[in-house]
């Protein structure tokens, strides 16, 4: 069956995928976190996904995990939802987190495929609905195969999208035609999780996007969904166009998107704080790259 062009938008329009804060010790800065999250809201986002590759999941605590959704819900309130990432590669420390989530106060949680193991996709779908089945959130599957090592196959997504509490989809998979086939047989929402498709998945029928440029830019990134909406897609190519600079420096650069996001945020003056090992921070010549190009697309 066909749907509707453009589906229901269960997380909000324009999430961002928010740095989690760390102290110069690298301890966790949830007051840092909570004036992060205001301002993300207050300049474009209606959605955050926090604890997610963005928020260096792997190298926080499950308490952490939680202190930072209850900190940001308090931060924010009801003026965005919160998607907490809840991902591993074992299944029932997945639903242990996705119990957790839902406590703290989350709206959703992203589950992305289990890495390392790299199962077969009757073993990703059992994951899939074993995680939806356990807890009372919508859940947004994360599909970004470059990361894991296995993919979320286009059948495998029609399947799972029977699921009532499985909603949507983050899209890092570089598929275009396999997220297309998924579109147009089902009502999955689907969100943009790389910077450059903001636009062109948008255009096909998404719901929105999971920036990680929106840490530093929120504003920007809305103004693009907002031109097409209006009806302007000349100003939304415009739009997105002239954020490419920027969108290849922080993801194209060779560096992760975490560090590039917390080196401009730390130029920027607002709340970042360290990347935790194995990741190293970014270097000065990149930092000032960074901000030479976060400079010249406000100056446009």
Do not use: W
Request: aromatic share 4%; net charge negative; proline share 7%.
């Amino acid at each position: 069956m066909t749907t509707s062009r453009r589906p229901a938008r269960p997380f909000g329009r324009t999430l961002c995928a928010m740095v989690t804060p760390f102290t110069p010790s690298g301890t966790l800065d949830l007051d840092g976190a909570g004036r992060l999250a205001e301002r993300l809201v207050a300049e474009g986002c209606d959605g955050l996904v926090l604890n997610g590759t963005t928020g260096e999941s792997p190298t926080t605590t499950d308490a952490e995990k939680a202190e930072l959704v209850t900190a940001v819900r308090n931060a924010v309130g009801d003026r965005a939802r919160l998607v907490a990432g809840v991902g591993s590669s074992d299944t029932r420390h997945t639903v242990e987190l996705a119990l957790a989530a839902g406590k703290a106060g989350a709206d959703g949680v992203l589950v992305v495929t289990p890495y390392y193991s790299r199962p077969p996709q009757e073993a990703v779908e059992a994951h899939f609905r074993a995680v939806a089945d356990a807890s009372g959130l919508p859940v947004m599957l994360y599909d970004i195969p470059g990361r894991t090592g296995t993919r979320i196959e286009p059948e495998t997504m029609i399947s799972l999208a029977g699921h009532p509490r499985i909603v949507a989809v983050k899209d890092c998979s570089y598929d275009f035609l396999g997220t297309q086939k998924v579109l147009a047989r089902t009502d999955l929402a689907y969100y943009a999780g790389c910077d450059e498709h903001v636009l062109a998945l948008y255009a096909v029928g998404a719901a929105g996007c999971v920036s990680t440029v929106a840490n530093a830019v929120p504003g920007h990134i809305a103004a693009i969904l907002d031109a097409f909406d209006a009806g302007d897609t000349a100003r939304a190519t415009e739009l997105q166009l002239r954020a490419m600079p920027l969108i290849e420096a922080m993801a194209g650069a060779g560096l992760p998107g975490t560090v590039t996001a917390k080196a401009l945020l730390a130029r920027l003056g607002l709340p970042a704080g360290p990347v935790r090992a194995p990741l190293l921070p970014a270097g000065r010549e990149p930092a000032d790259g960074l901000l030479a190009r976060y400079e010249e697309l406000l100056a446009v």
